[in-house]
């Protein structure tokens, strides 16, 4: 497994719970504190920070070292890789989807065909 | 909802089609039909590059052609499952992700095709993980789509 898709695996890992994606949603308006971050969940800061970690081991999210409140900052890139994946996947899907529902009313247009559907292969 | 360190996202993918199911289904399953669809647009899936051993346990290859620059695309699979006309899965060795084809009788030759893809090799298996994974990441990634430009 390359390191793209290693990183792919555990940012699609960090994504899958719905409190990270909330914070990622947030974060994609702006820069937040944990505090700031917290806010919205009935949940203490010490389990926001174990999220945050989550997020920050897969690149998504980074946080400057200098700041006394050290906001968290969403890095764009990596959530537009994982992204570009989903895209990718859906357009295939979604294009499949378009040609086979043409070749199911081509072969259901032509009854004789419906058998095998092998005379137009 | 609990923390599901353990294990990956999953995206889903459905379709109703004015077909009966043994007909979706059979599409999904042999080379005649797939070699219609199989590739997406501008990408063919040329009869003879089709490969269906349709057992638990047996091949299903591909190979997409794009259309303009004729390079060549491989797929590689293995089926888990196949249960007529209900339900195909697959797994890709090389990349670890399963993909779940389910086939739903909506009555009036009326099927929906619901297309799951779980990437995840290790902690999908256990009943605890499949469970936590009722979310879907397309639908999270349509709600980015909307937040736009602004990240």
């Known amino acids: 497994m390359t390191v793209a898709e290693d990183r792919l695996d555990a940012t699609f890992t960090a994504l899958a719970d719905p409190t990270r994606r909330a914070i990622v949603a947030r974060l994609a308006r702006g820069d937040a504190t944990v505090n700031e971050l917290a806010a919205p969940f009935d949940m203490t800061l010490p389990g926001i920070s174990k999220h945050l970690k989550v997020l920050e081991r897969c690149g998504l999210i980074s946080r400057t070292r200098r700041a006394q409140f050290r906001p968290c900052h969403l890095e764009g890139d990596v959530l537009d890789a994982a992204l570009s994946w989903i895209e990718e996947n859906r357009r295939v899907w979604k294009e499949r989807f378009d040609k086979l529902d043409e070749h199911l009313r081509d072969l259901q247009r032509a009854p004789s065909q419906r058998r095998k559907g092998t005379t137009d292969g | ?151």
């Open chain 2, 1 to 151: 909802m609990a923390d599901r360190t353990t294990g990956t996202g999953e995206l889903t993918y459905a379709r109703v089609f004015d077909a009966p199911r043994e007909l979706v289904f059979r599409c999904m399953l042999e080379p005649e039909h797939l070699t219609h669809f199989w590739g997406p647009a501008g990408v063919s899936t040329p009869l003879e590059t089709i490969k269906v051993d349709a057992r638990p346990g047996g091949v299903f290859e591909t190979v997409m052609v794009n259309d303009s620059d004729g390079s060549r695309y491989p797929t590689r699979a293995v089926y888990v499952e196949i249960v007529e006309p209900e339900r195909i899965v697959w797994t890709e060795p090389d990349s670890g992700v399963t993909t779940t084809s389910t086939f739903r009788d909506l009555g009036g030759e009326r099927t929906e095709l619901q297309i799951r893809q779980a990437n995840a090799p290790a902690g999908y298996r256990s009943p605890e993980a499949r469970a936590g994974f009722a979310t879907s990441l397309d639908r999270f990634a349509a709600y980015l789509e909307k937040l736009g430009g602004s990240r």
